[in-house]
């Protein structure tokens, strides 16, 4: 008689809680012909630097393709990761190259850190609300997650050193700079506030600040880690939102204690970023041209900010409120208490206009009346189109 087969294994427990990001599952959404989506966090297409990427790839082709299509060490292209140092001592924060990893995006930057730094059971502080995919990363390494509540204006401080004592709390995750999804900063007293309290409380900062150079109004601010004279601050960057999140170019600037740790994690992960797409933008950024690049799409992304702001006024209801960043791509609206933002979702949609329920960005207690809007993909008009549909779908 044959045998009866036995049902495979189940799923890896660390899997249990993770779900697949909504916001990845409603990028769908923005290839439906007619949709203005607000869901997503794109950036511009049609101010990749085209044309300057193509002569890069095709320099390092032609010049030294057997090198840019070989295996290529574990912590990245040296001249990258120079350049990467470079940027960062322009910020006001010193940095030289060995201190670079350089990551496929800097996702997979938060997930070795995660790998690196937490046990299963750890308690890993984490902004209320949060970026979906780090606090993805961090469950999936088994993270037992903490919100620290924010004041209004940032972080709330006091309860970010009571819950860290209380929880003995490994890690402190957080995006400073128009951060993912509300787009508030965080200013000078506060960056060096919660330095001085990850070195007296003894927890390290993972400062995730990939629209660092995003900025579009106020004055700018040194990253993260320039407020601290010591290592408990470790930050992951992008070229993603500031050359193209195709490439998959970010890094990790870190101490030499955690980096073995991780190049050993970036070994098991993928051995190394790509090295032709690392040559190509090492090429690229040796070039110059970013800079142009980059202010074209300040200014752009400015006039898209403002007209979002200048939409919303009208588009939603009574009573609700709404950040004004001064860079990034988000701006987070609270519609007033009772409403429900994932609710309210497909009556957008047939209206032809998508957002993001604010509740997925939640690590416990979703507020169901918040909602994430992007304003980076359209043009000024498109923008204006969108929120008058919002508002349309909001009033019934
Ligand atoms: C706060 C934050 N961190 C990290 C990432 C990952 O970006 P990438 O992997 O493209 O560098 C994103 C992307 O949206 C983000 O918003």
């Known amino acids: 008689m044959p045998n009866r087969p036995t049902d495979p294994p189940a799923l890896a427990t660390r899997l249990a809680g993770v779900t697949s990001s909504i916001v990845r599952d409603l990028l769908a959404l923005t290839e439906r012909p007619g949709i203005i989506s607000f869901a997503g966090g794109l950036p511009a297409p049609e101010l990749f630097d085209v044309e300057g990427t193509a002569e890069s790839f095709a320099t390092v082709l032609s010049t030294g393709a057997r090198a840019a299509l070989q295996y290529s060490p574990t912590e990245g292209n040296a001249t990258l990761r120079a350049i990467v140092a470079d940027r960062y001592t322009a910020l006001g924060l010193p940095t030289r190259a060995e201190n670079i990893v350089i990551t496929t995006g800097s996702q997979q930057g938060l997930s070795l850190l995660a790998a690196t730094l937490v046990d299963p059971g750890d308690a890993v502080l984490v902004e209320r609300p949060s970026y979906l995919a780090a606090l993805q990363a961090l469950t999936l390494a088994g993270a037992r997650l903490i919100e620290v509540p924010s004041n209004g204006d940032g972080v709330d401080l006091d309860a970010l050193a009571e819950l860290a004592r209380r929880h003995s709390a490994r890690l402190f995750y957080t995006v400073p700079t128009f951060h993912n999804p509300t787009g508030r900063t965080l200013d000078a007293h506060q960056r060096g506030r919660i330095a001085e309290i990850a070195q007296q409380v003894g927890f390290r900062v993972i400062a995730d600040d990939p629209y660092h150079e995003l900025r579009y109004s106020g004055e700018s601010l040194a990253p993260m880690a320039a407020f601290c004279d010591s290592?408990?601050?470790?930050?992951?960057?992008?070229?993603?939102?500031?050359?193209?999140?195709?490439?998959?170019?970010?890094?990790?600037?870190?101490?030499?204690?955690?980096?073995?740790?991780?190049?050993?994690?970036?070994?098991?992960?993928?051995?190394?970023?790509?090295?032709?797409?690392?040559?190509?933008?090492?090429?690229?950024?040796?070039?110059?041209?970013?800079?142009?690049?980059?202010?074209?799409?300040?200014?752009?992304?400015?006039?898209?900010?403002?007209?979002?702001?200048?939409?919303?006024?009208?588009?939603?209801?009574?009573?609700?409120?709404?950040?004004?960043?001064?860079?990034?791509?988000?701006?987070?609206?609270?519609?007033?208490?009772?409403?429900?933002?994932?609710?309210?979702?497909?009556?957008?949609?047939?209206?032809?206009?998508?957002?993001?329920?604010g509740a997925s960005f939640f690590a416990s207690a979703p507020r169901a009346n918040t909602m994430r809007l992007s304003f980076t993909t359209y043009d000024p008009e498109t923008i204006a189109e969108g929120t008058r549909r919002l508002g349309l779908a909001l009033a019934g």
């Open 231 to 357: 290592d408990h601050v470790v930050s992951t960057g992008s070229f993603s939102k500031i050359l193209a999140p195709g490439l998959r170019l970010g890094f990790v600037r870190c101490d030499p204690t955690i980096k073995p740790g991780l190049v050993v994690a970036k070994q098991s992960a993928d051995l190394h970023t790509s090295t032709l797409d690392q040559a190509a933008a090492a090429h690229y950024l040796a070039t110059g041209r970013l800079s142009a690049s980059l202010a074209r799409a300040r200014c752009e992304y400015g006039r898209r900010r403002d007209a979002l702001l200048a939409g919303l006024e009208s588009a939603l209801p009574p009573g609700s409120r709404w950040t004004n960043p001064d860079g990034g791509m988000f701006v987070w609206a609270e519609l007033p208490e009772g409403w429900d933002a994932a609710v309210l979702l497909p009556t957008a949609i047939a209206h032809q206009v998508a957002f993001v329920p």
